[in-house]
């Protein structure tokens, strides 16, 4: 940080800039991320559904002997990338993920689109410093990836304060740094503000009518456990698949192999196909059958694993939403809960508990899930995001992120240390 009033004055004004245009950039692109899903979701109407991710299997071929970066869920490329000794992330990677997360999703692979924006946004680091006059140093990458990735995240989420939060966040174990997070949040506020003229300012799920009452909180809690748990056997499963694909020799093939089998789970079970973001709203205004709600939860944690284990681009945020919305789905179906806003707040807090457990970010995911669905559905998702952090907290997806900012500066090796060491 520069010292002298001239010197941070200095400092502010550049960075203010900076996430400024980072978070423009990273707004635009989930605008251009969305249309093109949309895109692929209307080309692929010509074919039957089951077939649709076998074609985008043999689509993503080609997509990534291009650039191998756009396969996966993209979340650890980002932390690998802005904390680890590759500093930068390459202009190709920008388009190539575009283009890659919207086969993916657009033929109903099963995913998010979370990871994909983290890459996607923290690759206009190199877009900026080819199209800007302000001087970039080379410390300034980092930050200025961080800034592009807020952008994205708070625009695709409608989540002008979380997106800022949760690009930092699941960066490091234990620490939110505000150098870090103050330039990500005013970019999450830049691309929240862009999306939004363009046309996709509505808050990501509509809830009904809630009434906060202080009774309810119990089952808040009962419904955040049942998540949080859920959130665990779904990492455990992902892992599994995970490990069963690395197994399976030529890897330039599986995106085939992996649509192939999504294909046949869709035949059965179209609904787990896509984000699923049309599955968690209809879980916030009325409750599902037992038996539908359990095919519904297996299906989406089957799909999922598969669809990004196997190379295709998707994330894993929302299907944690989906997850979590089912364990609260089916306690207000146990409980027998007529009324829509406890319903609601009941999936909401199931919502906060498996995003927290899965991505390890509860600051995140509480703020997140609030700007989701409205202040008064608030209690629930803070004490979602809570209760599934404890439980989730020893298994990670995501692998790789430093302890806290002190020991960054300290000493960088510190950035490739894996979250799981942190055991306590």
């Excluded at 999504?262 to 179209?270: E, H, M, Q, R, T």
């Amino acid at each position: 940080m520069p010292k002298g009033i001239l010197g941070v004055g200095g400092y502010m004004f550049k960075w203010l800039v900076i996430a400024t245009l980072s978070g423009i950039g990273g707004g635009l692109s989930a605008f251009i991320l969305r249309r093109s899903i949309d895109f692929f979701s209307y080309i692929s109407r010509i074919f039957p559904l089951y077939l649709t991710p076998l074609i985008a299997g043999f689509i993503l071929i080609p997509i990534y002997y291009w650039d191998k970066r756009a396969k996966g869920f993209g979340t650890d490329h980002y932390i690998l990338t802005v904390n680890g000794d590759e500093r930068e992330f390459k202009v190709r990677t920008y388009f190539s993920k575009i283009l890659a997360t919207a086969v993916t999703l657009g033929f109903n692979g099963s995913g998010g689109v979370e990871g994909p924006m983290l890459v996607i946004g923290g690759s206009l680091d190199n877009i900026l410093r080819k199209i800007s006059a302000i001087k970039i140093t080379e410390k300034d990458h980092r930050l200025l990836s961080i800034c592009g990735a807020a952008g994205a995240i708070g625009a695709m989420f409608r989540s002008p304060l979380g997106g800022g939060i949760f690009v930092v966040e699941v960066l490091y174990k234990s620490s939110l740094p505000y150098h870090d997070i103050f330039p990500a949040i005013l970019s999450s506020t830049m691309g929240y503000v862009v999306f939004s003229m363009l046309g996709y300012g509505n808050p990501l799920f509509e809830i009904p009518l809630y009434i906060p009452n202080m009774t309810n909180v119990p089952l808040f809690i009962i419904a955040a456990i049942i998540s949080g748990f859920l959130a665990v056997f779904f990492m455990y499963f992902f892992a599994k698949v995970e490990y069963i694909l690395k197994k399976i020799p030529n890897k330039i093939f599986h995106p085939i192999f992996g649509g192939f089998l999504v294909g046949g789970i869709l035949y059965f079970l179209p609904q787990v196909g896509g984000t699923g973001l049309d599955i968690i709203q209809s879980m916030i205004t009325d409750t599902f059958p037992l038996k539908i709600a359990v095919i519904l939860l297996v299906g989406k944690i089957i799909a999922t694993s598969i669809t990004v284990n196997s190379g295709g681009s998707a994330g894993l945020v929302i299907p944690a939403l989906f997850i979590g919305g089912i364990g609260g789905n089916f306690v207000a179906t146990v409980l027998g809960v007529e009324d829509l806003g406890l319903i609601a707040s009941l999936v909401t807090a199931g919502m906060g508990a498996s995003l927290a457990g899965i991505a390890n970010v509860p600051v995140a995911a509480a703020v997140m899930i609030v700007e989701m669905v409205g202040l008064k559905i608030g209690v629930p998702a803070v004490l979602g995001s809570i209760i599934g952090y404890a439980i989730g907290r020893r298994r990670v997806i995501y692998g790789f992120a430093i302890p806290d900012g002190e020991e960054y500066e300290l000493n960088e090796s510190l950035r490739l240390l894996d979250r799981n060491e942190e055991k306590h």
